[in-house]
């Protein structure tokens, strides 16, 4: 008993403890400090995701309290002292179709939402507009093939960095979209398998050599959402973070305008050739 009564204190004392340092709300678009759930959905497929995470979580707590319960039954009722002449049943018929049945069920009811939610993030919607994303050592390339200009997106060292920029994953070139559209990603690796990840819109998507890999989103809130490589990919892997910038229409043509200048063919692959000098 006073092991139970030692656990109950520790316990006790680790959520009060982790009660005051503020368990932190998790933000949008970025980690915070000491965040303890999912980053705050921005498109309707994390929208999804987070509902089946904290669905699985409340079937996952009513299992693992159900076979805690079943177990201190056996060990406080059935222990030798309590129950010195055991029964000798062997079967049950009710007993065992109620454990077979009740499992399934359960699955069930984890399988529709969880292929729901693959085919949500498999077929891509009719898309507004199309990114093709690169993932290169160690940095990313954003083409926009319909306005027809591509530019890379290197990480800012500290030096280069403002204030509200969050350190390792602001970019000197971030990625622009219009809010509420579906934006067709497409991604693919220049040399190596890279992967392409912002948590707060659900993606993680593979960025393969010699295979275009597809996946969308829609952010339906404007901001900053920042991620990361998120396949090991060599020396500088932790410093290749992604960083999209969710506008207004109107404010994503005017930066679509300036962009097509900024980046106007030349300048693009003269940099690609001055970042990457040594692949390995
Ligand atoms: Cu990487």
Redesign the pocket.
Known sequence: MLVFKRLIALSVAGLGSLATTGLAQAGYGQPTPWQMNLQQSASPVMTDIVWFHDFLLWVIAAITLFVLVLLVIIIVRFNSRANPVPSRTTHHTALEVIWTVVPVLILVSIAVPSFRLLFLELKVPPADITVKAT?KQ?FWSYSYPDAKFEFDSLMLQDKDRKADQPRLLAVDNEMVVPINKVVRLQVVGADVI??FSIPSFGIKIDAVPGRVNETWFKAEREGMYYGQ??????RD?AF?PIAIRVVKDSEYSAWVDQAKKKYAEGDASGLVAAAAPAAQ
């Open positions: 993932g160690w890279h992967s490589c998120s396949q090991l990919c060599g892997h290749m």
